[in-house]
């Protein structure tokens, strides 16, 4: 029975490492956060706007510049998804994610903040106070070899960019970019980079690793001179068997607490 106890444990603390350890080693362009599933009307792709339309009560490609009813952008690989239902489209609001945009309302400089515009699921640099926006642009658009021309009236290009998400209303900013209040002009800066996101994983696979190591040091050698010890003195097998099954829940409680950790590390933006 200790054995087999001992066994569990090894195998659960495994099978979580396995679970979560993709996510943590391998560094992912397009999104840093957690998802949900939505069921989305449409056909929306990875990037696209989604907002709540309250006609029909379902969530639809944002089409409205704006739109107060916008809700987060579609992820096709999200790092984490939470099933909300069976089958569904994962959505994000909140990390960061690429944004499909366009530059209908005037180019994208890192710092403006991003809403809805006239093109289906496709973003756009806010300028208006009154404006829901999904969060703030990580980096410019276009770039002088990037985009695509999407209308004939007018140089409209669209593409992708990384987005700080923040669903919401607009805050009272001076000019269309985040910045400390009456600075006009002030871009986000900060370590988000490529650099900074490696060293994000690192750490977070250092904590992982660091603690199901200590996990197996500590407990991992109480579970096994018990597991001796029962054969060494069979009288005393059930307060021996008591001491298993504690160290086996300190094994997964540490586990687990090292991979909470580490995914919290993914998710701050430095």
């Known amino acids: 029975m ?24 391998a560094a992912r362009e397009d999104v840093t956060a957690i998802a949900k599933t939505y069921s989305v009307v449409g056909d929306p792709v990875s990037g696209d706007l989604v907002s709540f339309d309250r006609s029909i009560q379902a969530f639809v490609p944002s089409r409205v510049v704006g739109d107060p009813d916008l809700f987060g952008v579609v992820v096709a690989n999200p790092l984490v998804v939470l099933r909300t239902m069976a089958s569904g489209t994962p959505i994000m609001n909140t990390g960061e994610a690429r944004v499909n945009v366009t530059t209908i309302n005037g180019g994208i400089a890192a710092g403006d903040y991003i809403t809805s515009s006239t093109i289906a699921g496709k973003g756009e640099k806010s300028t208006r106070a009154g404006d829901t926006v999904v969060g703030v642009a990580l980096e410019p658009f276009p770039l002088a070899s990037s985009g695509v021309n999407v209308r004939d009236d007018g140089p409209v290009y669209s593409g992708a960019i990384s987005v700080l998400l923040s669903v919401g209303p607009r805050p009272s900013t001076t000019g269309g970019t985040m910045g400390t209040p009456g600075v006009p002009g002030r871009s986000v800066t900060g370590l988000n980079t490529p650099v900074a996101n490696v060293l994000k ?9 660091g603690s199901i190591y200590v996990a197996f040091r500590n407990f991992g050698s109480n579970l096994r001179d018990s597991i001796v010890s029962v054969g060494r003195n069979p009288l005393a097998k059930p307060a021996i068997q008591s001491m298993v099954v504690i160290n086996t829940i300190l094994v997964v409680v540490v586990t687990a607490v090292g991979l909470f950790i580490g995914l919290m590390i993914l998710f701050v933006q430095l």
């Open 2 to 25: 200790a054995s087999s106890f001992y066994r569990s444990a090894i195998t659960l603390s495994v099978g979580m490492v396995v679970l979560v350890a993709p996510g943590l080693v």
């Open 201 to 209: 994983y690192l750490l977070a696979t250092l904590v992982v690793v």
